[in-house]
Structure formats: C-alpha cells, structure tokens
C-alpha cells in the first residue's frame, strides 16, 4: 500500500485548505453549475412577433433557461418546438391568478394547465401578482396607468385580502403538487406596503402571504429588484424567511429609484445599478434559490436584447 511521506501529507493538506478559496475565484454560474436563465417578458414583443427566431437570439446569447410569460398566442406544443429547436428549456412560467385573454389561469381549468405544462416542461409555476379581490375596478382612473393603477389597488388592499390571496395559493398549489409541478409567488412591491394597524401581527401583506401559507405547498420566487425599490434589503428578505424561497429574479436598479409601493422604479442592465450582487446571489444560493432569471423592465436605454446581453455578460464573469 502507498503511503503518503510527510512532505506529502502536508502538501495534500495544503490543497485541501486552498480548494475553497480557489472554488470562490470562479465565477458565481460556473461554480454552482447553475444556468443564467431569463424571464421571456424582458422581450416579450418581439417573442410575439418571432418566437423562434427571439428564442434562437436569446440562446446565442448564453441563457439556458427561460420563464414563460404567457403563450404569446401560440400553443403549448409549439412553443415547446421553439423551445427544443433554440436548445432552451424552461422550467417556470409566470401564470396569473384570474384568467386574462387567452393564456391559462390559477382560477380556471387546472387539468388543461397541468397538461399544458408538462408538454413545455414547465416545472414550477409562479403568480405573478396578487389575485385582485372583486370589489376593485380595473378601468383605470383618468391619466393612470396599467401599473399605476395595480399599485394603487396593491396599496388598498386589506389584510382579509392577502388572507385570501394566501388560501387561494394554498389550495391551487395543493393541486399542482399532486401533479408534481411546484406552485410559487412572485412579489413586486405593494407586497410591502404597510397595513394599518398591523393586524395580526403583521407589517404588510408579503408577511401575511409568507406566515398562512403552507411550505409544502407555496413557495416564493423573489424578485430582486421590487423588493429594492420598496427600500428593502433583499439579502435580508432571504434570510427573514429561511427556506421558502425557490427561484430569483435578478434584476437591476438605479440608486436614483426613491422607495415606493406602487410599481415604480429606475430600471438598468444586471451590474449597473445598486443591486451589491457578489453578497446577494451567494445569499439567495444558501437559501435554497436554484431558478435565477435576469429581467429588466420598461423604459430601455438600448435595444432590449442588447441589453440582456449586457447583464448575461456581468452574470456569466461575476466572481461570488
């Protein structure tokens, strides 16, 4: 039997103790073994008009995975042969609460939705936003937007609202598990908007959403960016609720964004913004995140896929 001389014993040591430090010089994608994903909103007009050619663009780029964000007027198989022919996966899909157009629902035909997403290959399912009670009109008020005005009712809303939402996901994510798909909630930011009162022991409705529903069957897919612009830090979101969080999405700010609860922020490229990304992706890593999605949103300072390419280029080289 060899055996190791103590010089060489020493050496082996010296290797071992050295492997760690060596394993944190690799950039933070590479050393997990994780893939830089993307969330298909980003472009989602130019997705409707050229799928294929959209999703062959964004694989030339680097991106392996990609989040759904409805169907863009195609069916499940063919957005599956788009899929395949770019070499793309995606393993999420962003599906809303209450049926709009004529992309899926949480609250409508969950078997066509579950066959829908096994065709893709869609995994886990996420609610984009929170599901609008009944009493809230969506006509918007003079000179209001789309985001201004879910900011608006976001900020209105209640705690028996957030219950609500909370027992809506509890019970279709019950019916999602059992067909091996994970169910998840994505925030923006009227999540943080404070309660009056704090009724319940809870500061606002993300707590609500967080606390009554059941980890076993809801989890959390942080949106990096909202979070910041509700003057949050999102290292400590992660850590405040250990264990609930399954996916990311990694997206950018600008130090000029003032903290608001209505939607509204100063968006940039992934590394250009206020977003301290070597302790925030490490952090998301150590609580569980496995789905990371670059997203930007609206206005852009350059064309969108340059812009993708711009984030995808930091992500790919950044060292954490």
Known sequence: MNTLSRRGLMGAAAAALAMPAAAAQRPFFARTGLPIGMQLYTLA?????DLEGTLKA???VGFKTIELAGYLGRTPAQFRQALDAAGLTAPSAHVQGRARGADPSLDGDLSKLIDDAHVIGIKSIQMPIFYIPDRFSLAPRAGEGFGELLGRI????????WKFNADFLNEKGAVLKKAGIRLGYHNHNPEFAPLAGGKDGARNGWEILL????????SFELDAGWAAAAGLDPVAVLKAHKGRFTAM??????????PNFVLVQDPTEVGSGMMNWKALLPAAYAEGVRDFFVEQEPPFVRDRLEALKISYAY??????
């Open 249 to 258: 999405h990694v997206k950018d700010i600008k130090a000029s964004t003032k």
């Open 45 to 49: 007009d130019q997705a409707k008009a």
């Open 154 to 161: 976001g900020g209105e809303m209640t705690a028996d609202d």
């Open 58 to 60: 964004v694989a030339a």
């Open 315 to 320: 992500l790919s080289r950044l060292k954490a």
């Open 211 to 218: 606390n009554r529903t059941d980890p076993s069957l809801v």
